[in-house]
Structures are given as C-alpha cells and as structure tokens.
C-alpha cells in the first residue's frame, strides 16, 4: 500500500442537476453537493468536512435532510439506483443504511423527503414507471409502492409536515396526494391538472400546498380544492417592462417557478431568471400578498453583467431560525440574504450575496501555481480566469474575458499570468485588483502553456508545435517541431535544461531547451498520451494515455506499465519529494500511489470529481495536491503520511506579500485618499459646528425642566407629608379596631370550644345506638341472601335441562340445512360456466360496438375541446361564485353548532334542576325527621339566644362610629370629584384650542389647492402656447406672416401691467405665506407642549385618585361584609326564636291529641321552614346584585350604605 495519503481539504465549487442541492443542517453550516461528495461547510469558521460518495457511483441525483436534521440521505445511481442514509451527528458521518428498489427495477431516485418524525423515507424512481417507494429506513424495511405518472417527470416528493402517512407528488401534468393505509399508498385527492407542469411544491400548513408552475403559475391547494392563484411571470413582466421603457433590452424568457420554500409568515419562490420573491399572509383574507423581490447582482469584473442575473435558481432553503435565505443556481453558484435586511430594504427590491466565493460554471481547462505565494490560478469555458488562495482557502482575484481559455499559466513570482485564448495566447500582469495586458503572440488556442520553474522561458503549445519564449524580451527562442499530431502536456525539468512533451500521436519527446534538438523520445503509436509529469532527477518521465495504464519511461524505453483496469487516466503528477505518483481518472477519482511503482497494483482510490479529472498539481513545498474537472470544480487535497502528518519540507517556504500596482493607479488612489481627507475635514468642522449650537439649545432647555423639576418636587414633598400625617393616623385607628377584635375573638372561641365538646359527647353517643342497628341489618341480610342463592340454583339446573333438548333439535335442523346447500351449489357452478360462457360471447360483441363508439367519441371529444374553453371561462366565474356561497354557509353553520351548544346548555341546566328536585325531595323526608331532633335542642338555642342578644346589642353600640367614619370617606370622595370636574374643563379648553387650529390649517390647505388650480391653468395656457408657436414656426421662411403671427401672439398672451401685477403679487404672496406658516408652526409645537404636560399631570393626578379610590373601597367592602354579618346571624337567630316559640305552643295545647293533628304540625313548621330558606335565597341574591353594582370606576360615585 502507498505510504503517501491524500486528505480532502477543501473544494471551491458546486455540483448542478441534484434535486435539492443545498440543506441547512443547523444555522451555521449548509450542506451541497460537489463533484462526488457531499460538503459541509461552517459558514462563520469556513471549513468544511466531506461526505464521500459510494464507489463506482456513476453520480448523485438528489440530496434529503430528515426533519430534526441528523440524518441525510444521497441518492445515487450506479448499476442500481440507491439511497444511502448518513448519521451527521457522527464525527465520520457515519452510514447508517443503503436503500434499493429490491425486486422492483429502479435506475435512478430523481428526488427524496423524510417523514416529519425521521422514521419513514419516500423516494421517486425515475422513468419509464415512475414508481414511489416508501421504506422504514431503520429497518430496511419496504412499507408499500405506487405508480405516480404514466409519463413523467416527476419534479418532487414531500410529507405532510404533521402527518406521516400523507405524501404529496408533483410534476408534468401530476399533483396527487397518497396517503398510506392497509400496508399500501392510495390516491386521497384528485386534481385537474393535466394542463400544467408543476416544478415544484411546499407545504404551508397541515392542509395547505402551494405548487409552482414551469407557466409562471402559483397554485394554493386546500382539501381537494384549488383556493388561491396568482401568475408570478405577468407580474414580473410588468414590472420589467415598467423598468425598461427607457432602454432598449429584451424582454425576459418564460418565468418558471422552479423553486418554493415555505416559513413561518409565508413562503419564498423563485420567479424566473435571478428573482426570488416573498410572499407574505394577510391576516384577514386565506391569501398570499408579494412583498419583495431579491435579485442575483450583476458580475462586477463580467463584460456581460447581465449574465449573472440570467441564473436561474435551482434550489431555495431557509436556515432553522428563519434568519437566513440561501439559493442555490444553475450554474454551480450559491448566494445568500439576511431576510431582516430584507425587511428593512427601502423599496421593494434587495440583492443576494455570495455565500462564500463565485465558482466556476463550466469545464476547467487550464490549473496553474506558483512558488513564491500561495496561489492558484485557474481558466475554465465559462470566459473567466480566477486567482484562489490555499492557505486563507480565499477566491483572491477574478476576471471575464470575451473570449474562451484553454490554459494558464503562473510565474514563479505570482506577478505574472500567461493565459491561452481562442484567438491568442496574453501575456499579463495580477495587479492589486485586475488582471492587465502586457503583451499578445499569435497562437491561437493555446491548449498548453508553462513556465520554467526559474520563470525565465515559458512554452506554448500551437498545434503540434512547441514554442518557447523568453520572459524578458517577449522573443520566440525555440520552435519545436517533432510531433505528427496535437500536443497534450509539457513539463519543465528542475534545472530547466530539458523539456518533456507528449501528444495524441503517442509519442513522448525529451528536448534540450538550449540548442532546442531532440535528446531521446518513445513512441507508441497504440496509445495517445493525455498527461506526463517528470521525476525530480529529471531521468524517468511517467506519462498516461488512452490503453487504461501509466507508464514509466527512462532512456527511450518503457520500463514498466501499471494497468489501471476498466478506467482511463487522464492526468498524471509526481510529488517533488520523489515518493509518490497521483493520477487522475476519466470517473473523476484521484488514487495515490507509492514510488517506486510496485509489483502489484496497489493504490488508494478516492472520490473526488463527477467528471474526467482534466489537470493535477503538487505545490511547490509538497504539501497541497490540487486536481480540477470537467465538473467546474477544484479539490484541494492535504498530502500526508499514513500518521496523519505532513510531508517534512527540505527548506521551509516564506511566501511573499508584495503585489503589483501601476503608477497611474497610485497617482489616482492618493488623489482620491487627498479628496477624501478634505471632505472628512470639511465635514468635521461641521460636525462640530452644529453640535455647539445643539450643545446651546439644550442647555436652554435643561434649565427650563430643572426649575420645573424642583417646583414639582416642593409640591409633591409637601403633599407627601400630608399623606403621611393621615396615614399615621389611620394607623393608629387600626391597631385600637385590631387589638379590641382579637380580644372578642378569643373570647368567642373559647365559648365555641365548650359548646361543640358538649355537642360530640351527644354525637358519639348516637353513633354507637347505630352500630348495633347496622349488626342486626347485616344478619338478617345474610339470611336472606343464603335462601334466594339455594333458589336460583334449583331454577338453573331446570333452565340448563330444557335448553339442551332445544339445542338437540336445532342440530338435527342443521344437518338436513347443510345437505340441501352442497346440492345449491353444485347447481350454481353449472349456471355459473353456462353464463361464462356466453358473457364471452357478449363482451366480443360489446368490444366492437365500443371500439365503433369510441372512434366516434374521438370525433366529438374534439368539438367538445372548443366547447370546453368557452365552459372554464364560465367555471371560473361560477366556482367563484361557489366559494362565496362556501364561505355563507360556514358561517351560518357556526350560528348553528353556537345554537347547539347553547341548546345542549339549557338541556343540561334542565336535567340538574330535575335531578335539585329529586335531591330536594329527600332533604324534605330528612328534614321531617330533623325537626323531631330540633324539639329537643330548643332549650339550648334558648339560652343561646340570650347571649346573642347581648352581643346583637353590643354590635350596634360599634356600629355607629364606624357609619361616621364612612360619611367623612364620603366628603373626601366628593372633594376628589371636584378636582377631577376641574381637570376635564382644562382639557375641554385645551381641545377647543386645537380644533382651532385644525381649522386653521384646513384654510391653509384650501389656498395650497388653489395655488395648485392656477398652475395647472397656467400650464394649459403654455400648451396652447407651444401651439401656437409652432404654427408659427411653420412660417419661418415667409418673413411677413411670421412677424404678423408673432404680433398676434403677444396680443393674446402678453398684457404688462398684467406681468408686472402678477411678479409683485407672487412675492407679496410667497413671503406672506412663508410668514404666516412660521408663526402656526411656532404655536402648534407650543400646544403640543402644553398638551403633553398637561397629560402628565392628569395621569398622575388620576393614578393618584385611583390609588385612593381603592384603599376607601377596601375598607367600605370590609364594613359592610361585617355589617351583612351581623344581620344575617341577628335574623337567624329571630326566625330560630319564633320557630321554637309555635313548636312549644303546638306541643302545650296538643297533650294527648290525635295522629292527624300531629301531622298538621308537622306541614306547617315543614312550611316555615320553607319560608326562612327562601327568605336566605333572597337575602343572597340581593347581596350579589350589591356586589355587581359596586364595582366603581376613578370618575363614577360610590352607591350609599343600606340601613
């Protein structure tokens, strides 16, 4: 195995044509494709880490991230179309699982999405069938398959984000929803859109889809219904032609909508060529409203600035946070937006950045690096030559040409740049920020060009010609003739004595770059060479071709061949440490191996490129290797040894900061620097000007506040002190009431101690009588509970006897049942082959007239086709219609399912007044037995009665003080409404003052509008003017008649009184004007003063009464609730007293009296009973209206106390 290992470092580029190129796996890092991995890549620290592809891959098609963005799955295709599952979570990105179509043949996935839950996975084969797949992953396991179209393509796949078993597919005529139940996928709903191409889709909400259309078409889908369209292209149009009345430009192609995101207030689609727009809700209507459009910007070192604004996007994605909009476009680029910055863009456009660097869009041709700076240099078909930076991993430099570059070439210095063009090969200078001219030569489409590595000579393929040049003098020194076909590579020995070249002939020629004669060559003519590299002795030369295997050449002979199998070998490089050789393939892979060559074939293989690897590099200091493709990308590759450390260098390398600037250049910068010096001075001195006198008007106006500051204070310290006399007082008061209360309630506990003592001692007592009543039940129970279950058998064993005789007799019926149906059957098989038989006969009859009818259908489906455009036209309009109607009816289901409730409220409220009836019903039987019992607590009631009385009386002595103290609370609450009526009339006058000047100002708009009338009549007059003059004009030549005409023009239109009146009125006018809209400004800003401060004081003041207000009602609350107690306890205690008072009298006169008499007794204390309940039931009620009523706001009275 090699000892030398080559580790992906770091890729400038993007891999176009995978569905869904660009994810976010959190909000700092993205994931995208390039050319045979997958990168990651951390935004803010710009490194990346690399997913490789699987082998022999024959390339990725689309890319999924599961919803809580750990997994990621890459669809590739190769002999079979798979699904590889990633876990990002692992530091190696570990694979978690490969997903086939098993038994069912797929070629290829075309697009992917996970369950919202990441458990499931749905992929959509590619044609002719169009199958969709959906797997627990996991598990490996295949749920169910469907077909989705009959032609295709399908364009995208999604799940519902809140349901896993609701699946949605778009594409050319197709937009269904499946849904996954009974082990199989089923079509939910079904649209009519046969007409469009639907590129792509987002889901909204649960039941919301919104769709894009290669039409320009933006489609809302919501249960099976079409809800909501707009035409994004017409749109776009009419805003590019309002633009572009001016110039000259062409109008832009089809509009398509080949990307869509949603978010939170909306969602983002492209809208054609470089435009992105935001959609937004609007809150009362179910629409969408456009806000923005974001444009791709145009290429500042493009000749075609237009061309970067003709991208069309391929994919949009939003970060986690929703903070971040990125896209990706056809041409490998990547560009991001804040969306906040999007918000606050004056306008209704705002312009993408580059996410990192711009990348190359197609081929690269041409890779070069020097010695003396880190840098490389690169061409490619796309028309732009770019200067990268592999230590700061920096896009430095980048220029567009007019022209196609096929190959370039640094300096050793890194100052200078040779580039092969399709009409000539330049020799050019890197400047600060361009890329210049120095010299042309004639050789057109110079595939090859390198310098020497002492960057005095440099050669330059021209067909089959070398050329070699000198650096300093621009002279053509060498021509090198020898090659029968193109040339292919050429490399430089280290001494630069010797010049290697190798060509489609399969000739491989060593030169003498000083007297340009041959030195030894190896020829065969089976293999035509692509690549070549020199060993650091400069003795072997290594070269690969089109036989499939790398060749080791040394004195005009093949030393050994190393075949590479089925794969061809396009580039070749040796490390200048002698100790490895790197090839590159036409698969895109890169292996290593070790020198000298082994015996077996032994290398390491590592995905790199989706496309022939076309030029390979090995830096100076042999650190980096750096290959580039046909994919338009550029892997840096970190070469070290199977330790993981780098290679060690001989002498260490110091590159160089020094950089190319013109003089004119200079001149121009430090003019502009001088210029910009003046203006920041100038600038300054005003500054400070208008700071001082902000500095005087605010001192002003600190002094006015602090004199008012420091009277408001006085007064408020002295109304504080007020406040707090009257709160110490208060206080007081309080302790007294608090002090005297505690001691009647430990008075009263103490008596409630004694009594309830008294009342468990009866209690217990009773609860024993009724334990031995409950032993004697249970007995008893017992007892019976043994008879009947002797019973209920006997009755069993009875029962059990006459079902089996039943059961006997119903198997005999059973039996003669199933003998007569074996015998129906046989006969309905001999109907069923009979009918068989002859419904052949009628389908081959019936097949005919159809295939009859059918070509006539044919005929009439093509009248019907002109007649249905005429019908959707009225469709619309009724479906429109429809969705009112819709609309009407759902609402008056709400009234309905609102009178539902409220009738299943009533129901209940009926039921619980039935089941009060039935509850009270038994309270009347307890009560009846409880009054027995009240009989005997008379006598203790008695004697509490007295003790109330004293208290009821000792109460009332209480109370009148405290009605005193309310009254004076209410005096206090009078003078309040004073103070407030006082401040409404301040703001009375106040308002008066400002409609005033409302008035005022409306005159003054009147006299604008005027004005405004008489320049409007005064350019009618002007019009009519032009007119005139020119029918003048039309008399230019006849000297006479323009003079008469010019006379009859200033008859009609000059008077000059008039213009003198006119000029003295204007300014008269205008300076009255300007004086009287001076002094209204002056007192509209000193009326919102006042106003402002006037408003202060009154919320001050009305927090303050409120604050008030609110402790007054507390204690008012707390006084009547004592008061409302004392009643209620005086009032039971009364009808207590009367009520034992008819039951002594009762039991004096009734001694020995009959049971219906007693009865009579009992009815009507039973009555009296009823009445003091009701009698407390309105008592309540009438509390609560006083409660509801005495919730009184800072400006209304409080209602008097009751008596």
């Not at 121009?668 to 005003?686: A, C, S």
């Not at 320049?1015 to 003017?1025: H, M, T």
């Not at 509209?1084 to 207000?1109: E, G, Y």
């Not at 209620?1128 to 009808?1135: G, V």
Request: net charge negative.
């Amino acid at each position: 195995m090699a000892t030398v290992v080559a580790q992906s470092h770091y890729v400038f580029g993007l891999r176009t044509g995978v569905r869904n190129n660009l994810l976010y796996f959190d909000e700092q890092t993205i994931i995208f494709p390039c050319g045979n991995n997958c990168v990651r890549y951390n935004i803010n620290q710009k490194c990346q880490k690399f997913i490789p592809g699987t082998e022999r891959s024959q390339g990725m098609k689309a890319l999924a991230i599961s919803t809580n963005r750990r997994y990621l799955a890459v669809s590739e295709c190769g002999e079979k179309a798979t699904i590889t599952v990633f876990d990002l979570q692992h530091e190696q990105n570990r694979k978690r699982k490969v997903l086939t179509g098993g038994e069912i043949p797929a070629d290829e996935f075309v697009c992917m999405a996970f369950s919202p839950d990441s458990k499931y996975l749905i992929g959509q084969a590619g044609g002719p069938d169009w199958t969709l797949f959906l797997w627990m992953w996991e598990k490996k396991k295949l749920m169910a398959t469907v077909k989705t179209s009959t032609s295709g393509p399908i364009n995208q796949v999604s799940f519902n984000p809140q349901d896993n078993t609701q699946i949605c597919v778009s594409g050319n005529g197709v937009f269904k929803i499946f849904r996954y139940a009974g082990e199989s996928l089923k079509q939910s709903s079904t649209f009519k859109t046969d007409a469009h191409n639907f590129l792509c889709h987002t889901w909204i909400s649960t039941e919301k889809v919104v769709a894009g259309t290669e039409t320009g078409q933006l489609m809302m889908f919501e249960s099976s219904r079409l809800r909501w369209e707009i035409n994004v292209a017409s749109v776009q149009r009419a805003k590019s032609q309002s633009e572009k009345q001016d110039s000259n430009e062409p109008s832009s192609a089809l509009l398509r909508v080949t990307a869509i995101v949603g978010y939170s207030s909306g969602f983002v689609c492209s809208a054609g060529p470089g435009t992105v727009c935001l959609f937004e809700k609007i809150e009362e209507e179910d629409q969408y409203k456009k806000t923005k459009d974001i444009k791709i910007p145009p290429e500042v070192f493009g000749n075609d600035s237009s061309s970067a604004e003709h991208q069309e996007i391929s994919t949009l994605c939003i970060s986690p946070s929703e903070e971040t909009l990125t896209a990706s476009t056809d041409r490998g680029q990547l560009y991001s937006i804040q969306l906040s910055v999007v918000e606050l863009e004056k306008g209704d456009r705002a312009h993408f950045e580059y996410l990192s660097q711009s990348f190359h869009s197609s081929i690269v041709t041409g890779l070069s690096t020097c010695i003396r700076k880190p840098l490389i240099a690169t061409c490619s078909l796309d028309r732009s030559v770019r200067i990268w930076n592999f230590e700061t991993n920096d896009l430095e430099m980048y220029m567009e040409f007019q022209e196609e570059s096929y190959s370039v070439a640094l300096h050793p210095t890194g100052l200078f740049i040779l580039v092969g063009f399709s009409d000539k090969l330049r020799f050019m200078t890197l400047l600060i920020d361009d890329i210049r001219t120095l010299k042309e030569f004639t050789v057109r489409s110079c595939r090859e060009c390198v310098f020497s590595n002492g960057g005095h000579l440099f050669a330059a393929v021209n067909g089959n010609v070398i050329n070699i040049y000198s650096t300093t003098t621009f002279e053509d020194i060498l021509n090198l003739k020898g090659h029968n076909e193109k040339v292919r590579a050429v490399a430089f020995s280290a001494d630069d004595s010797r010049l290697v070249s190798c060509g489609m002939d399969g000739a491989v020629y060593e030169w003498n770059t000083l007297s340009g004669t041959r030195e030894s060559d190896s020829v065969l003519k089976t293999c035509s060479y692509t690549g070549l590299t020199i060993s650091p002795d400069a003795k072997t030369f290594f070269a690969v071709g089109t036989d499939c295997t790398l060749k080791e050449i040394q004195d005009c002979q093949i030393l050994r061949e190393v075949p590479s199998g089925d794969v061809v070998c396009t580039t070749v490089a040796m490390s200048r440490s002698g100790r490895a050789l790197f090839i590159g393939t036409s698969t895109g892979t890169v292996r290593a191996i070790k020198y000298p060559l082994p015996i077996q074939n032994a290398w390491l293989e590592y995905q790199a490129h989706a496309g022939p690897v076309t030029k390979m590099i090995i830096t100076f200091d042999d650190q980096f290797l750096l290959t580039v493709s046909e994919d338009g990308c550029l892997f840096i590759w970190k070469i070290i040894d199977k330790e993981g450390q780098g290679l060690k260098r001989e002498k260490e390398l110091k590159y160089t900061e020094e950089i190319l600037v013109t003089k004119s250049d200079l001149e121009e910068k430090n003019k502009m620097i001088l210029d910009l010096n003046t203006k920041v001075d100038e600038l300054q001195e005003d500054i400070k000007h208008q700071i001082s006198l902000k500095d005087m008007t605010y001192k002003e106006k600190i002094n006015e506040l602090t004199e008012k500051c420091l009277q408001q204070n006085n007064s408020l310290n002295a109304e504080k002190e007020v406040l707090k006399t009257e709160k110490e007082k208060q206080q007081a008061a309080h302790v007294k009431a608090l002090s005297e209360i505690l001691e009647k309630h430990d008075k009263e506990l103490q008596d409630m101690e004694s009594t309830s003592n008294q009342k468990l001692m009866l209690e217990y007592e009773k609860y024993q009588e009724l334990q031995l009543k409950l032993h004697n039940v249970q007995q008893e129970c017992e007892q019976q509970l043994h008879s009947m279950e002797e019973s209920k058998t006997r009755a069993l064993e009875e029962m059990m006897q006459s079902y089996e005789a039943k059961l006997e007799e119903k198997m005999m019926l059973l039996n003669q049942f199933q003998d007569e149906s074996q015998q129906q059957v046989r006969e309905l098989e001999e109907y069923i082959k009979q009918e068989e038989e002859d419904t052949d006969i009628e389908i081959h009859d019936i097949r005919m007239k159809y295939e009859q009818d059918l070509q006539k259908e044919k005929k009439a489906n093509a009248m019907l086709k002109v007649e249905l455009d005429t019908t959707t036209k009225s469709f619309h309009g009724l479906q429109m219609e429809i969705d009112n109607r819709n609309l009407e009816i759902e609402k008056l289901k709400q009234e309905v399912q609102k009178l539902q409730s409220v009738i299943k409220s009533l129901e209940n409220d009926i039921t619980g007044l039935k089941a009060a009836i039935r509850n009270k019903d038994g309270i009347m039987q307890d009560k009846e037995k409880s009054i027995y019992d009240l009989n005997k607590k008379n006598s203790t009631l008695n004697k509490a009665l007295e003790v109330m009385k004293h208290r009821a009386e000792f109460m009332e002595e209480e109370i009148a003080p405290k009605e005193n103290q309310i009254e004076e609370l209410k005096e206090q609450m009078q003078e309040m409404e004073g103070e407030l009526k006082e401040f409404h009339k301040t703001n009375t006058e106040l308002e008066l003052k400002i409609d005033e000047l409302n008035l005022k100002l409306k005159t003054k708009d009147k006299e604008i509008h005027k004005e405004m009338k008489k320049v409007q009549d005064f350019g009618v007059l002007v019009q009519r003017f032009k007119a005139d003059l020119h029918t003048c004009v039309e008399c230019i030549q006849d000297p006479k008649r323009l003079k008469d005409n010019i006379r009859e023009l200033y008859k009609c239109y000059v008077q000059p009184s008039d213009v003198m009146e006119k000029v003295a009125v204007h300014t008269d006018m205008q300076r009255e004007n300007s004086r009287q809209r001076e002094h209204y400004e002056k007192i509209i800003t000193t009326m919102k003063k006042q106003i402002s401060r006037d408003a202060n004081v009154f919320q001050a003041n009305n927090t303050k009464l409120m604050k008030d207000n609110v402790v007054l009602m507390k204690e008012i609350n707390d006084l009547r609730q004592e008061l409302r107690t004392v009643r209620t306890q005086l009032h039971n205690y009364e009808s207590q007293t009367n009520f034992n008072k008819n039951i002594k009298g009762s039991a004096n006169t009734r001694g020995a009296a009959s049971a219906g008499r007693a009865g009579l007794v009992t009815e009507q204390s039973f009555e009296e009973t009823e009445k003091i309940i009701q009698f407390q039931r309105l008592e309540i009620h009438r509390l609560k209206q006083e409660i509801l009523g005495q919730t009184p706001t800072s400006r209304t009275k409080l209602p008097p106390l009751a008596n």
